[in-house]
Structures are given as C-alpha cells and as structure tokens.
C-alpha cells in the first residue's frame, strides 16, 4: 500500500472509509461506489482495513468503524464514525472541494 501521507497529501480531498471486513456491510462498498462515482475527479474515495494497518489506526485513534475522514493538503478537515449514506457522504465531500 501506498504510504498514508503520499496518499492525503493532494490538492483534492480525499475521503478515506477506516473499516474491517467483520464489520463492513455490504452496502458501504456499494456506497462507496456511488460516492466515487458521483465525484469523479473532483475527489479521491479510499478504503483502508484497520486490522490490516494496525499501526495508522492506532495512530489516528480509530477507536470504531467505519471512520470517516476527509484529508487535503495533508490536513484532516472532517471526521466522523458511525454509517452514513451516499447522498450525505457526496454533500459533505463536496464542501471541500
């Protein structure tokens, strides 16, 4: 995987969904799928495994999932746990744009 800091260091924002697969319901793919689809260019849309990167979670004290987060220019600009929905996802991406 490429390193965290190459991947929130750009010019446009990039929203990363902090998961794991024992508790990723399948609609947050096809979310995220609407979301990416709906911003094309204008945005990045990542999915990270907690379980997987146990160092960055830890480092960003990603206490439950999913967590959202929305990086640009290497800065957080937004956070937020708990399930949300395409429509609110692309709404609030879209104030960073």
Known sequence: MTKFGELISVAKPVLIDFYTNWNDRATTIDTLRNVAAALGNNAKVIKIDIEK?????????????????????????????????????????????
Request: overall charge negative.
């Open 53 to 97: 990167n146990e160092i960055l979670a830890e480092a960003l004290h990603i206490k439950e999932n999913p967590t959202f987060m929305i990086y640009k220019n290497g800065e957080m600009l937004w956070r937020q746990t708990g399930h949300k929905d395409a429509k609110n996802l692309i709404e609030t991406v879209l104030e960073y744009v």
